[in-house]
């Protein structure tokens, strides 16, 4: 039986000031034709937040020199779920908008169309996948480049101690470890990986004073 968790989650930011145009995703000239016409008003966005990817990314070293960047890859949408739980989060997120409390409020959805897409619109799921697939972005609590797991398993990079596999005396103690991304953000389970990582290296120095004794 699966377990029920929540597949997405909803979020809402005013984009002028919490969500500058930079970080929505879109390439100048496509923000321009989409949003120019709002811009002297108030606008907000309904984020649909994916919560548990079932598609896997990769960060690969691009070089043996340390200060080239990494090569980052975040297979986006690999999982066909992933795309289909993005898609439920927009509709949600569409007929909120068109709730009769929000229209209270003088709030009505965009009216411009991706460039190219007009014909899509009678099919909306069809629409929104277009649109999730050109505008995906990543909100900060990244997880799992250093996945925590059995030394056995080629995809693990620490051990259930946080050592680092194949190099001694080093552990990692951070939201990397993370082989699953939380539900929320990744603030508090990383205080509690530190906690727990904390009593694990005290308990390493104890076992390792009384050998000596």
Same mark, same amino acid.
């Given at each position: 039986?699966?377990? #029920?968790?929540?597949?997405?989650? &909803?979020? +809402?930011?005013?984009?002028?000031? &919490?969500?500058?145009?930079?970080?929505?995703? &879109?390439?100048?000239?496509?923000y321009?034709?989409?949003?120019?016409?709002?811009?002297?008003?108030? $606008?907000?966005?309904?984020? *649909?937040?994916?919560?548990?990817p079932?598609? /896997?990314?990769? =960060? /690969?070293?691009?070089?043996?020199?340390?200060y080239?960047?990494?090569?980052i890859? @975040?297979?986006? +949408? #690999?999982?066909?779920?992933?795309?289909?739980?993005?898609?439920?989060?927009?509709?949600?997120?569409?007929?909120?908008?068109?709730s !009769?409390?929000?229209?209270?409020?003088?709030?009505? @959805? +965009?009216?411009?169309?991706?460039?190219?897409?007009? !014909?899509?619109?009678?099919n909306?799921?069809?629409?929104?996948? +277009?649109?999730?697939?050109?505008?995906v972005?990543?909100l *900060?609590?990244?997880?799992?480049t250093?996945? $925590?797991?059995?030394?056995?398993? @080629?995809?693990? =990079?620490? #051990?259930?101690? &946080? /050592?680092?596999?194949?190099?001694?005396?080093?552990? =990692?103690?951070?939201?990397? =470890? $993370?082989?699953?991304?939380p539900?929320?953000?990744t603030?508090? @389970?990383?205080? $509690?990986?530190?906690?727990?990582?904390?009593?694990?290296?005290?308990?390493?120095?104890?076992?390792?004073?009384?050998?000596?004794?």
């Amino acid at each position: 039986e699966e377990e #029920d968790f929540p597949d997405h989650e &909803l979020y +809402f930011a005013e984009i002028n000031k &919490l969500i500058p145009k930079e970080q929505v995703g &879109l390439k100048p000239i496509i923000y321009k034709l989409l949003f120019t016409p709002y811009e002297n008003g108030p $606008m907000f966005i309904c984020l *649909s937040q994916l919560l548990h990817p079932k598609s /896997r990314g990769t =960060v /690969r070293l691009q070089s043996t020199n340390p200060y080239d960047p990494p090569l980052i890859d @975040p297979n986006y +949408f #690999d999982h066909p779920e992933d795309i289909e739980a993005i898609v439920k989060g927009l509709r949600t997120c569409r007929k909120m908008g068109l709730s !009769k409390p929000m229209k209270k409020l003088g709030i009505r @959805p +965009f009216e411009t169309v991706l460039p190219g897409f007009i !014909k899509l619109i009678p099919n909306l799921d069809l629409y929104f996948k +277009f649109l999730a697939r050109l505008a995906v972005i990543t909100l *900060s609590h990244q997880v799992g480049t250093a996945k $925590m797991g059995e030394p056995a398993d @080629p995809t693990t =990079v620490v #051990d259930p101690q &946080l /050592r680092v596999k194949g190099i001694q005396g080093l552990r =990692v103690v951070d939201a990397s =470890v $993370m082989p699953l991304v939380p539900s929320g953000n990744t603030n508090i @389970p990383t205080i $509690m990986v530190a906690e727990k990582a904390s009593d694990i290296i005290k308990e390493s120095i104890s076992c390792s004073s009384k050998a000596h004794i």
